[in-house]
Nanobody, 116 residues
Framework: QVQLVESGGGLVQAGGSLRLSCAAS????????MAWYRQAPGNQRELVAS???????NYKDSVKGRFTISRDNVKNAVYLQMNSLKPEDTAVYYC??????????WGRGTQVTVSS
């Protein structure tokens, strides 16, 4: 069982920055693929960024060059540094984990609102 708790969301002006954090439970964190998803009202949940156990990263095209995903296997945490935020980045951001044996877990989400 993996529990995920997000933090760091909030209200920011366009062009600003936020850093999301996700604290994960479980002793096998280093083997998990971790990711950030987001869901805006009326839209489907979409992948924003992911990072594998081998530190390979993948990003949604619209956030490349602005967002950076990272992980700390000592602290059992994953982060999303978001720079040059735009109003279209407004959404609930969810932390996601997939274990090495294929189980998936979600956090409850943190709201990010970018004002124009």
């Amino acid at each position: 069982q993996v529990q995920l708790v997000e933090s760091g969301g909030g209200l920011v002006q366009a062009g600003g920055s936020l850093r999301l954090s996700c604290a994960a439970s479980g002793s096998m964190f280093r083997r998990n693929t971790m990711a950030w998803y987001r869901q805006a009202p009326g839209n489907q949940r979409e992948l924003v960024a992911s990072i594998t156990s081998g530190y390979t990263t993948n990003y949604k095209d619209s956030v490349k060059g602005r967002f950076t995903i990272s992980r700390d296997n000592v602290k059992n945490a994953v982060y999303l540094q978001m720079n040059s935020l735009k109003p279209e980045d407004t959404a609930v951001y969810y932390c996601y984990a997939r274990t090495s044996d294929g189980f998936e877990y979600w956090g409850r989400g943190t709201q990010v609102t970018v004002s124009s």
